[in-house]
């Protein structure tokens, strides 16, 4: 194969047989995944895997690829000679979005695996080279919260054009520190403010100041309450606390028809029983032509100095197999060779390892004590007492019988968590809104005997030590309040993750 310019020239029999069944897979969007099934169905047993090392070295026989092309669809075979190979094309990323790993040449220009097993692709954000300066950056933002994934897409090079939130004091804290975000609190017709079921798209778009199809991203976890797993998990029945919310979600996409989208929730959604819910959104979103995936993803594994785990849904039109980011974070040497074994050879970088609690602590200046959202829970000397005896990673479990509540006496309560003490040397548990309390879970400060305070939990959140809280009514913000800010949001680490991830895939997709 010789190379001419940015192009390949196809000479080798070899090349030449593999490029036509890759083209023909192209053409039909066709992946892996896809072609194995569609092989196993009339009768030839082939694997994801054993199809890509096809691929990749050219070697297979006739009836191989006749039986391919036919399963595809393809009623011939062309014989004539292209003018060179799309897989290896330098300045654009959709080949690699179809073929991922298939090359190692691709692979290390555009940074895509595909987990051959799978079919999940996973894209480098840190490799850039051939970055277009110019890609679609406005955002419109539903259920913000506090910002936290705003922040993150912000730090990924995006521009957040208006924001929908229904707290109060959430909508202080975005006004107070990012003033150019529009924050629609439209109350016109008796509505209430920042109430995504009585916003309309096309107010959006005139907030925004752009027309259907401008917007770069429509991003937003609807509130989780209906499908965690410490909750009751009804799910979409649940519609006190959300469980219809993600339907509107799908109607301002609808209404929008950005580049690309961002759905975010807790990992309990994919359980078998929420299974309405994704079906739901892969039949709305697959009739607008966006190509969809979705994973479940350690915030850890992205810098983040908790092990939090949270389900990311990306939509992408153009694609037919969105990448989610290549962690950037590992546990271990081990558990990093593990993920990577599944990538083919190709993955030659190693990660960094997991950003521990002792990291966050250390970063927080010892002035952010005297600003108004520096808030702390009272300690009883008693409750105090129990702290003494906790080392960190033990729990309530450790302490005498007699020093236990009546709830923690009877045996029934087994968490492993309640009244925990974290670690200094791994991240934190996950930060829930109460992560102030200690009785709420591994919240007992590593060293001293107290809860979290404000700033420990946005230091482990991955908050910039500048952002700060506020509250709509009072000058100083409750802890309940800053509580519910906190451990409602989106790390911002994990939202520059996927932000960078899609910022790539926009910029090098041919459509822009």
Known sequence: MKRRGAAYIVSDPKNRAKEMLRDEMSKRGVTNVQLAKLLVESGVKESPASIANKLSRGSFSA????????????????LNEPKWSAVLREDSIQQALWFGNESEELAQITGVYENCRT???WIDSSNTRGLPKTFPRKVISL?????GLDIGLEQAGFETAVCVEIDADCRETLKKNRPEWRVFDNTSGGRTP???KSVRASELLEVAKLDVGDAALVVGGAPCQAFSNIGKRQGVSD?????DLFAHFVRIVKGVLPHAFIFENVAGITQSKHSEVIS??????????????????????YGVPQKRERFIFIGMRGVSNPCLPMPTHTRDDASWKTFISDLAPFVTKNAKPWVTVRDAFDAIPASS??????VVMNISDFVQERMHLIKQGENFHVLPMEMRPRCWQTGKHQGQDTFGRLRLDQPSVTIRTAAYNPAKGRYIHPVEHRGLSSHEMAALQGFPNEWRFFSAKYDKVPLVSVGKQIGNAVPPLLGKAIGLAIRKQLSLCSEY
């Open 369 to 374: 004590k005297k600003r108004p959202d520096y």
């Open 119 to 121: 079919g999940v692709r």
């Open 63 to 78: 009836s191989f690829m006749i039986t391919a092309m036919s399963v595809m669809g393809a009623q011939s075979i062309p």
């Open 239 to 243: 519609v006190e606390n959300g469980g």
């Open 194 to 196: 920042g109430d995504i």
């Open 143 to 147: 259920f913000s919260g506090a910002g």
């Open 280 to 301: 739901f959104m892969n039949d709305q979103f697959k009739g607008l032509g966006y190509g969809l995936t979705g994973a479940i993803l350690n915030s850890a594994n």
